[in-house]
C-alpha cells in the first residue's frame, strides 16, 4: 500500500483529494495534515510515499515546509507534488523546478489520479 500524504489548511481540498484517491481503485492510503508543524510531527512516525503540498498555508507555507523537508535524510527523497491554486508563472516555474510536479486547483481528477499514479511507479 503506497502512503500518500496531502498538506493543505483548507480541510474541504484534503477531503476532495482523499476521496479522489481512495477511490481510485488503486491500493493508496491517504494522510492529512493541516499545516506544516502538523507534517513534520507525523513525519516523525509515518513516511509516506509521496507529498502533496499545498503553497499557500498560515505559520509556515509550502515553500518553507520543502525547504525543512529537504534538509533532512530521511525526508529529502519522498516526492514532492506542489498542488496549490496558486497560478502565477514565478510559483509554477518554482514548483516544477523544486517538486516532482505542480498540479493547479482546481484540477481535473482524472488527470491527477494518473499523474500520481505515474510518480508512485516502482
Keep these: 500500500m503506497k502512503k500518500i500524504m496531502i498538506v493543505d489548511d483548507e480541510l474541504d481540498q484534503i477531503l476532495t483529494v482523499k476521496v479522489i484517491l481512495e477511490k481510485s481503485g488503486e491500493d493508496y492510503e491517504v494522510i492529512s495534515a493541516q499545516s506544516g508543524k502538523e507534517c513534520l510531527k507525523i513525519l516523525d512516525t509515518i513516511v509516506p510515499d509521496l507529498i502533496l503540498l499545498d503553497i499557500m498555508m498560515p505559520e509556515m507555507s509550502g515553500w518553507e515546509l520543502y525547504d525543512k523537508l529537504k534538509q533532512n535524510n530521511i525526508w529529502n527523497s519522498i516526492p514532492t507534488i506542489f ?20 498540479i493547479e486547483k482546481p484540477f481535473n481528477s482524472e488527470d491527477f489520479k494518473i499523474k500520481i499514479k505515474q510518480l508512485l511507479k516502482d
Excluded: M, Q, W
Design 83 to 102: 498542488l496549490t491554486s496558486r497560478t502565477d508563472e514565478t510559483a509554477e516555474n518554482a514548483g516544477r523546478f523544486l517538486g516532482d510536479d505542480y
